[in-house]
T-cell receptor, first 116, second 113 residues
Framework: DTAVSQTPKYLVTQMGNDKSIKCEQNLGHDTMYWYKQDSKKFLKIMFSYNNKELIINETVPNRFSPKSPDKAHLNLHINSLELGDSAVYFC???????????????FGPGTRLTVT | AQSVSQHNHHVILSEAASLELGCNYSYGGTVNLFWYVQYPGQHLQLLLKYFSGDPLVKGIKGFEAEFIKSKFSFNLRKPSVQWSDTAEYFCAVEGGGGNKLTFGTGTQLKVEL
């Protein structure tokens, strides 16, 4: 049973297109995150949601819009894709509320996005 | 703002050699510290974590790390590496609550037979 799952695993698309990546966790966690890992393997947080509420919104272009229909799902929609968006996007979740800290984050398998 | 430095970007070791990967962070307050590992083609997994108490923490697969507050360091160690330890290792820091992890740039470890 996959704890944090993402679809699709691979996504190849052209510049200017709009695409979505979906994330689901079956751990009953309260908080979910999106990270971007660039070609140099550098991981940077993009967003986090706690019980469907946006908590962390880093300096990310407006073309990226997260949506959390419920606390088990956090989707990422990207408009007008650019070459620089090519990366691996990881979803993660953690058990408790964001304010408590000290939470281990559980990561999904990643979605490799390639923009041509 | 907090930041994390991992000084070794690429490390190549022979099996049975000892490993130490450096991690330094900058943050003035209380921190929670993590080491994650990413095996080739896989997602990140937690190796170990430090929240408080004994500064020497033990994790999975024989890894351990020592928190030295005065040096703002959290170095990862393993006495004897195996070929299966070949992976990317990430140090991460969470400070001030909020569960916002700041990752280092990672260290790619290659263990040769």
């Amino acid at each position: 049973d996959t704890a944090v799952s993402q679809t699709p695993k691979y996504l190849v698309t052209q510049m200017g297109n709009d695409k979505s990546i979906k994330c689901e966790q079956n751990l009953g966690h309260d908080t979910m995150y999106w990270y971007k890992q660039d070609s140099k393997k550098f991981l940077k947080i993009m967003f986090s949601y706690n019980n469907k509420e946006l908590i962390i919104n880093e300096t990310v272009p407006n073309r990226f819009s997260p949506k959390s229909p419920d606390k088990a799902h956090l989707n990422l929609h990207i408009n007008s894709l650019e070459l620089g968006d090519s990366a691996v996007y990881f979803c993660a979740s953690s058990p408790r509320g964001y304010s408590r800290g000290r939470d281990e984050q559980y990561f999904g398998p990643g979605t490799r996005l390639t923009v041509t | 703002a907090q930041s994390v430095s991992q000084h070794n970007h690429h490390v190549i070791l022979s099996e049975a050699a000892s490993l130490e990967l450096g991690c330094n962070y900058s943050y003035g307050g209380t921190v929670n510290l993590f080491w994650y590992v990413q095996y080739p083609g896989q997602h990140l997994q937690l190796l170990l974590k430090y929240f408080s108490g004994d500064p020497l923490v033990k994790g999975i697969k024989g890894f351990e790390a020592e928190f030295i507050k005065s040096k703002f360091s959290f170095n990862l160690r393993k006495p004897s590496v195996q070929w299966s330890d070949t992976a990317e290792y990430f140090c991460a820091v969470e400070g001030g609550g909020g569960n916002k992890l700041t990752f280092g740039t990672g260290t790619q470890l290659k263990v040769e037979l």
